[in-house]
């Protein structure tokens, strides 16, 4: 009888052709009242001088899971470990990359522009490109259908958050908020409705602070420490 062991002293991996897997992430941010996504322009074949998501093929040596492997590329090209990550989809076939039938793992990320800018300014290939500007860009492999997908998925997300949180400073106030929300969603919400959601999230917590916001002052917020992520039952555009 062959044991378990025995078996994996005899396997050859090559037996089986392998797909290429890499890990792409979509990173957005909020600037100038404008939805943007990290893209950086390829240096290399294929597809040379196209614009790609950060991402790469997985280090089996340094990664131990898809989400290490989008962090540690996220962070090489922002400076900064995103708060907040999460998995989009796979997107795999044989058409996708000319290199071969291949695979990527999805992640997308919201990060505050300030907290990346000076890093990103200081990395020749990377750039923040509005979402309303992508149709300007020549973009590699499928890397546009990743983009419009992780879109979806974060307007969607965001009518039952308060998602856009992630994307703020450190300390923001209740009109910031509002302003991200309104910006991702491409409409107009009713700021009663946002502040009952902020109220009954449990998420944050008052500064004591306050800023000048025109004629008056708003209170300066942040979001405690370990909390839990909330969801609503109701659709933000409903409430």
Request: glycine share 6%; charged share 25%.
């Amino acid at each position: 009888m062959t044991t378990e062991a025995d078996y994996l002293n005899q396997y050859d991996a090559r037996r089986f052709p392998t797909p290429l897997v890499t890990v792409d992430s979509v990173l957005f941010t909020l600037h100038q009242q404008a939805l943007c996504v990290l893209l950086v322009e390829r240096a290399n074949q294929p597809q040379k001088g196209r614009w790609g998501l950060p991402g790469g093929f997985i280090d089996i040596a340094r990664d131990d899971s898809t989400r290490a492997t989008a962090l540690r590329k996220l962070t090489e090209k922002t400076g900064v470990l995103p708060s907040w990550l999460e998995q989009l989809d796979t997107f795999s076939g044989p058409d996708r990359d000319p290199r071969g039938w291949s695979l990527t793992v999805a992640w997308f990320a919201l990060i505050a522009w300030v907290d990346c800018a000076p890093h990103i300014a200081s990395v020749s290939n990377a750039r923040w490109v509005p979402v309303d500007e992508l149709k300007n860009y020549s973009l590699a492999f499928d890397h546009g259908d990743i983009i419009t997908a992780a879109l979806h998925r974060l307007r969607q997300k965001t009518m039952y958050s308060l998602l856009p949180v992630y994307c703020l400073p450190e300390t923001f106030t209740h009109g910031q908020l509002l302003e991200a929300t309104e910006v991702i969603l491409g409409q107009s919400i009713q700021r009663k409705s946002l502040i009952r959601r902020f109220e009954a999230s449990g998420m944050f917590e008052d500064t004591g602070e306050s800023v000048a916001t025109g004629t008056r002052k708003a209170r300066l917020w942040r979001r405690k420490p370990d909390v839990d992520f909330h969801f609503f039952s109701r659709n933000l555009l409903t409430d």
